[in-house]
């Protein structure tokens, strides 16, 4: 799907620069509406009335609509270019934040969040072509990394920041806000963004079926273990991070609101820190995709069971744990250079892109699922106890994942790189 070898000229670099830095902004947005349903979940209980089955289905909406939107991106993107299609979703993107606002009811704001998870599908894989298109193959990893590092500032303005817009201006009027920001960047975008440096053409593409090759990918088990392993890592994380933390902290441990997004901001804090750490823990430390991503996942499930022993702990344990939360998910980022090295070059694409697909699909899915766990309102939870059901699953699937994953290789590069290392 890129072209790594197309390089801007050294008098685009401008524009390049501009192109980089509008899809950061774009991408924070994502990562804004991703998770920004736990801090006002009380606002939403109360005004749609909703209860903790129909939250948990609005918070999905926009994850099973996104996943869904990635079979045919890649297709769509090369034969329409970027900066149209990005523009179009956007614009679908801001439609959807503003039919959120104004929802009479569940079913509307549900299908205001559906339209944002469409609208904010191809942030993310766009800003890549881009920057395969626009700056040197060998500056590629950096600085698609550097666009995922710099996008978790859309989780910190999902937190406390967005408590303080909604306590002035209430939850409608702060998505208002933000589809306004967001019409301004599309326009920004369209104006700044071109898909290839002047006088390089976009490749023509052919009329091939877009799912040739699938059969291939199904008939690896590595495929389906480390999707299983990106279903729970990220989903457990978008489950309680985009929904059920909020309910949690609030109703659960009887924290006020801005308390509850100052803790919810370490869960970023630890996620951005652990992206480039455990990534040089892989390269350079261990030499091993699998030796960083599979303790990663039995931490990350000791670490949600902690959430049942939470009664009465001060807040800096509570943001110690939210930290670390963070932090022990982002190995799961190692897990897509591992599937990668472990299938054969001409499925390395549509490997990505599935699992892509279950890394969306696990924080729909996981979302609703705790909602059918969790009994009666939110807002009626006091104590904790009732979210034990919640704890306990997320748990269990982590460890599952991780011990599927003990029986799956090394990559043949981590395998390489670790004997560097011993020696």
Same mark, same amino acid.
């Given at each position: ?53 129909? %939250?948990?289905? #609005?918070?999905? @909406?926009?994850?099973?609509? $996104? &996943? /869904? *939107? ?6 769509? !993107? ?10 179009? %979703?956007?614009? #679908?993107?801001? @439609?959807?934040?503003?039919? $959120? &606002? /104004? *929802? ?6 549900? !299908? ?312």
């Amino acid at each position: 799907m890129f072209n790594l070898s197309v390089n801007a000229r050294a008098g685009d670099r401008g524009r390049a620069w501009a192109i980089y830095f509008v899809c950061i902004s774009c991408y924070m947005l994502s990562m804004f509406y991703r998770v920004s349903v736990t801090v006002i979940s009380p606002q939403l209980s109360a005004d749609l009335g909703l209860d903790a089955a129909r %939250l948990s289905d #609005l918070s999905a @909406a926009f994850f099973y609509t $996104f &996943a /869904a *939107a990635q079979i045919p991106l890649g297709f769509v !993107l090369d034969r329409w270019g970027t900066r149209r299609v990005m523009t179009l %979703l956007n614009l #679908l993107g801001v @439609a959807g934040a503003l039919l $959120f &606002a /104004a *929802a009479p009811g569940g079913g509307v704001a549900t !299908l205001g969040r559906m339209l944002l998870g469409v609208g904010m599908s191809c942030n993310m894989i766009g800003a890549m072509m881009l920057i395969a298109a626009w700056f040197p193959p060998h500056r590629f990893a950096t600085l698609t990394g550097a666009i995922v590092g710099a996008s978790t500032a859309g989780q910190f303005l999902a937190a406390t920041p967005l408590v303080y817009i909604s306590q002035a201006m209430g939850w409608r009027g702060a998505f208002i806000v933000v589809a306004a920001i967001n019409a301004l960047l599309t326009g920004l975008f369209y104006l700044v963004v071109r898909d290839t440096p002047p006088g390089v053409e976009l490749p023509l593409v052919g009329k091939e079926n877009p799912l040739k090759g699938l059969a291939q990918l199904f008939r690896h088990g590595y495929y389906w273990v480390i999707s299983l392993s990106t279903f729970f890592r990220y989903g457990c994380l978008m489950a309680l991070q985009g929904l059920w933390a909020g309910p949690y902290l609030m109703n659960g441990l009887g924290l006020d609101q801005v308390q509850t997004g100052n803790i919810l901001l370490f869960v970023p804090v630890g996620y951005m820190i652990g992206l480039p750490l455990w990534g040089r823990v892989s390269d350079d430390v261990l030499g091993s995709r699998k030796r960083v991503a599979m303790p990663g996942l039995f931490v990350s499930a000791g670490l949600t069971l902690s959430l049942g022993l939470m009664q009465g702990m001060p807040m800096w344990v509570l943001c110690v744990l939210f930290f670390l939360l963070g932090l022990m998910s982002a190995p799961g980022q190692v897990m897509y250079p591992h599937i990668k090295e472990l299938l054969p070059d001409h499925l390395a694409a549509r490997a990505l892109t599935g699992i892509n697909l279950y890394t969306m699909l696990g924080a729909a899915a996981l979302m609703q699922t705790a909602g059918f766990l969790v009994d009666g309102e939110p807002s009626a939870m006091h104590g904790i106890e009732g979210y034990w059901p919640v704890w306990l699953f997320m748990a269990g699937g982590l460890s599952l994942a991780g011990l599927l994953y003990l029986l799956i290789p090394d990559s043949r590069i981590g395998r390489e790189r670790r004997a560097v290392v011993e020696g």
